[in-house]
């Protein structure tokens, strides 16, 4: 069987669950298309990379990442990195003619997404953006319902990501909250989760108005360091910067199909933890989704007898998309790490069988092209055409 090298750079969140994925990958879809070999890591320096490495099972590393894409052995660079580095690290690996699977978002903006989309292109390389919830198997569930046709054609999307950790104002002011480095706030970070699933669900975006609002203007300066999210240390005495990205989006969405839908975002809703919601109706039926129960789909048929209409709840098992590949029994549980190994399973068969995958470095420029249409909607007070 084939190996394929893996250059992963960065070891924070992301890195764990890469790691993870290409360790677990080949113990859940087997024959796998290929055993990935957890060849390489770089970090922003050489006792983070060691550490690292050891850690994440990599059997060497770099404190320079360029070093990493510029190896002959690698044949995949993996970026987990924050948002500023994308577009630098797979221009140099599409350049070095390397397979790439980049963390979302896929860029800053819009104009180094297109860069990094030419560079990919003009290399012939396999791409890849980490959009993993769509990797669930309740949302890829969802998918093979509306493609069926259960639900008919779709008429509306409801769409919220609410998270909690960023609500205690004495959090520390971490990469994500610094536009030089995040280009966005909640927009970037979890918005664009939601966005992925619409698109993927639904349609393309055509048209958006939306609303962009900060609500903690300041918060303590973190020195450096990886972003702990909620479990960060509160930084109640340290000097405050200003915080210059948002910390949540509401917008109205037009999909290119007629359908019509809504998408709230925030990392300020106390209670709310990982809570990735959608809701679809169709003329046909209703689908409803929510990450916090993430073994279920909530799905409605208009055609049941009308004495037995209502919302039922299908537990995803087996006998759904990647199910037999994980569990042998529904609702045992499906866990972020699982969505993780899907995703490395369907880049890998693609670098494998020279084809393409989604979502590919397109879809993230069209994101970035959307996440750059909100934030002149919500400028301008008004709808903006894509
Ligand atoms: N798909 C998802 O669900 C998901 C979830 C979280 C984060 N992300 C994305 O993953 C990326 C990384 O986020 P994270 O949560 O892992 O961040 P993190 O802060 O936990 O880790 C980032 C790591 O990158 C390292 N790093 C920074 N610059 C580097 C450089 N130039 N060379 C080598 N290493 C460098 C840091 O030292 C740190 O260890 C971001 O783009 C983020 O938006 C995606």
Redesign the pocket.
């Known amino acids: 069987m084939e190996q394929l090298n893996i250059g992963m ?7 764990k669950a890469h790691s993870l994925a290409y360790a677990a990958m080949p113990m859940f879809f087997w024959p796998a298309p290929a055993v990935p070999n957890r060849k390489m890591l ?3 320096d050489e006792d ?1 990379a060691r550490e690292s490495a050891l850690r994440f099972g990599f059997e060497k590393y770099t404190g320079d ?1 360029r070093k990493l894409v510029e190896h002959p052995d690698i044949h995949v660079v993996d970026i ?4 500023n ?2 577009a630098e690290i797979a221009i140099a690996a599409a350049e070095a003619g390397k397979h790439i699977i980049c ?3 896929l860029a800053l903006d819009a104009e180094e997404a297109e860069r990094m989309l030419e560079a990919v292109e003009r290399a012939g390389v396999v791409h890849m953006v ?4 769509r990797r669930t198997p309740a949302v890829a569930l969802a998918k093979k319902f509306i493609e069926e046709g259960a639900i008919g054609n779709i008429l509306n999307f409801r769409g919220t990501y609410l998270q909690d950790w960023s609500a205690d104002p004495n959090g520390p002011l971490s ?1 994500r909250f610094q536009k030089a480095v995040a280009g966005s706030g909640a927009l970037g ?1 979890i918005g664009t ?1 939601v966005l992925d699933i619409a698109r993927y669900l639904v349609g393309e975006i055509v048209a958006v108005n939306s609303v962009l609002r900060t609500i903690i203007g300041k918060r303590p300066i973190q020195q450096g360091g ?2 702990k999210l909620g479990a960060s240390q509160k930084l109640v005495d340290a000097p405050k910067a200003t915080v210059d990205v948002d910390d949540e989006v509401i917008t109205s969405l037009r999909f290119s199909n007629g359908a019509l839908g809504t998408l709230e975002a925030t990392r300020n809703a106390y209670g709310r933890n990982n809570f990735l919601t959608f809701e679809i109706d169709g003329d046909h039926g209703s689908l409803y989704f929510n990450y916090e129960r993430r073994d279920e789909l909530q799905v409605f048929f208009a055609d049941d007898p009308a004495d037995r209409r209502g919302f039922r709840t299908i537990y995803t098992g087996p006998a759904h998309p990647y199910g037999e590949n994980l569990w042998p029994i529904p609702a045992i549980g499906i866990g972020y790490g699982e969505t993780k190994i899907i995703e490395c399973y369907e880049f890998v068969k693609a670098v494998i069988e020279g084809t393409t995958v989604s979502p590919s470095f397109h879809d993230g420029h069209r994101i970035a092209q959307i996440c750059d249409a909100i934030v002149e909607s919500s400028e301008k007070q008004t709808w903006v055409d894509l």
């Open positions: 750079i960065g070891g924070g969140f992301m890195g770089a970090e922003i983070l990442w987990a990195t924050p948002n580095t994308h963390e979302k978002p980490a959009f993993n919830y990469w970070d989760h990886q972003d």
